[in-house]
């Protein structure tokens, strides 16, 4: 009878003790709660952490970066084009107390991260011009965001560490209009080389034409000086010689002349008189 | 009911309570051997005791507090992880099998093109405590701050310079940018390396990319034609042009030499037909006669018989009529 006694009030002892105590690992906070009100602060540390057996009951909450991966949005940026956003959040559980009272659960913190940066973000954008949120203006953008949003995420016990556009690109649609775009700006290029390509070979080849049309009207001016200085040379040559005795030349020459004109094998006929000189002598000797 | 005073029972109590504390011994026992583990030479294990990080154990044999009193978590840190963005691989191959993510590859650029960018990540865990406890879902966050990371990089280059020039410096660019996200995250991860496997022009408008290329191809052979015609008729001209001048000149000399030989000659004659004019004359003239008048028909008519066709013959016909 004494030994069952004994036997229960050990297992009962085991149990309190054993209720009594519990782990908090690196990854965890805990808060604990009694009769369902938090008491004592948050603990943020790990270890073997003691409570009020049976009444307190340990709520756990983790400590690390946790992420929030919204769906694509649609937002219209100040030049009225569409854009669809891809945002994330990474965010940590600031004050597990703040948390749990306010958003209770990760699912609501979710909704409340999604809530408030969708509506930063659309109000950020509405005010920058497509090409500056792409570019010019991008990180920017996602400080202010990011700046904003953890202020009013901070009454949840969250602390956003940062927002960020993963993708900012245009619905489907437009896509369609940059591909004709792109399209048309590469066919005018390929236009452009080629025409560069003729113009500049048609500069070559004309000017090659116009090279070789010179150098041949050139050289045909130069030859020809170079003729006429053998043609005036030779004249000069005979005239000085002919000129002492222009009778005779022309005797002689008229002589050359007959042999080239008679000289060849051909047909000539010549009709003679004989009062020529040839026939002088037959004539005197009758 | 039994009866508990019988002295079997008693001696029944005893073995149990030696048996007892025996097991209870052996239980212990294996308890603690349940704590031996074996860490790889490429990998770190941290061990948590009550769920609070006592050290990091070396490779080999080692021994922790079994659960639930501690834990241990291994993690490889010689081992480059890998993640894909753009595709995936279905099956490494060979050959290779990918499928194309298109929603993660294409992006806009600073000048409002689309390029359709796949790109690898590797990164290594550089520091196993903070990988481990201060980041929740570390795949997704390098897998998201990288995507993030390029398209800032991205979005602030051209079309033009992602295509040609920029591919090392978007690498490094968004290697750098990653790299201080993964910092401001505390995150332990170190990136090695991020690699932009393929970078193009979306394929709807590849065709119009590729005739650019082949445009600028005909351009440089226009020229190169245009340079070989060149090359061709010029010489040629020059040529012809020597040619030419060498023909002047060489019948300007001819022309001289002749000149110079007729009048050697004829001074000749001259010089003999000082000595006796008319002979000479006579001489010659019949000299040539006869070198000339063998080929010749000749119709020879006497003057007495003349009949009025030698006046035409006489006169180079001039004929009376008026």
Known sequence: MKSRIFLGVIIIAIVVVFSSMFQVNEMEQAILIRLGKPVGKPIETSGLKFKMPIIDQVVKFDKRILEYDSEPKEIITKDKKNLVVDSYAKWKIKDPLKFLQTVNSYVGAQTRIDDIVYSELRQVIGKYTLIEIISTERENIMEIITKDSSVKLAEFGIELIDARMKRAELPKQNEENIYRRMEAERNEQAKKYRAEGQEISLQVKSNADKEKTIILAEAYKTSQNIKGEGDSKALQIYAEAYNKDKEFYRFVRTLEAYEKIFGEKNNNRMILSTETELFRVLSETK | ?322
Do not use: C, H
């Open chain 2, 1 to 322: 009911m039994a009866d508990f005073n019988n002295p079997n029972f008693k001696k029944f109590i005893n073995f149990v309570k030696k048996l007892g504390f025996l097991s209870i011994v052996i239980v212990l026992a294996l308890y603690l051997l349940t704590g031996i583990y074996t860490v790889g030479p490429d990998e770190k294990a941290v061990v948590l005791t009550f769920g609070k990080y006592t050290k990091e154990s070396n490779p080999g044999l080692n021994w922790y507090f079994p659960a639930p009193i501690g834990k241990v978590i291994k993690v490889k840190t010689t081992k480059v992880y890998r993640e894909e963005i753009g595709f995936r691989t279905i099956d490494p191959g060979p050959p290779a099998k990918y499928q194309d993510k298109r929603t993660e590859s294409l992006m806009l650029t600073g000048d409002e093109n689309i390029v359709e960018i796949d790109f690898t990540v590797q990164y290594k865990i550089n520091n196993v405590k903070k990988f481990l406890f201060n980041v929740k879902n570390q795949r997704k966050l390098v897998y998201d701050a990288a995507q993030a990371s390029l398209r800032t990089v991205v979005g602030n280059s051209t079309l033009e310079n992602i295509l040609t020039i920029g591919k090392g410096e978007i690498q490094s660019q968004t290697q750098k940018k990653l790299q201080k996200l993964l910092d401001v995250y505390d995150s332990g991860i170190s990136i090695v390396n991020i690699q932009l496997q393929d970078v193009q022009p979306p394929k709807e408008v590849l065709n119009a990319f590729k005739d650019v290329a082949s445009a600028r191809e005909d351009k440089v052979r226009y020229i190169n034609e245009a340079n070989g015609y060149r090359n061709d008729i010029l010489p040629k001209a020059r040529g012809e042009a020597e040619k030419l001048i060498n023909e002047a000149l060489a019948y300007k000399e001819k022309r001289i030499k002749e000149a110079e030989g007729d009048v050697a000659r004829f001074l000749q004659l001259y010089e003999k037909y000082q000595l006796g004019k008319e002979v000479t004359k006579t001489r010659l003239y019949l000299e040539t006669l006869e070198k000339v008048m063998p080929n010749v028909d000749k119709t020879i008519i006497d003057k007495n018989l003349d009949s009025g066709l030698l006046n035409i013959i006489d006169k180079g016909g001039i004929t009376n009529e008026k």
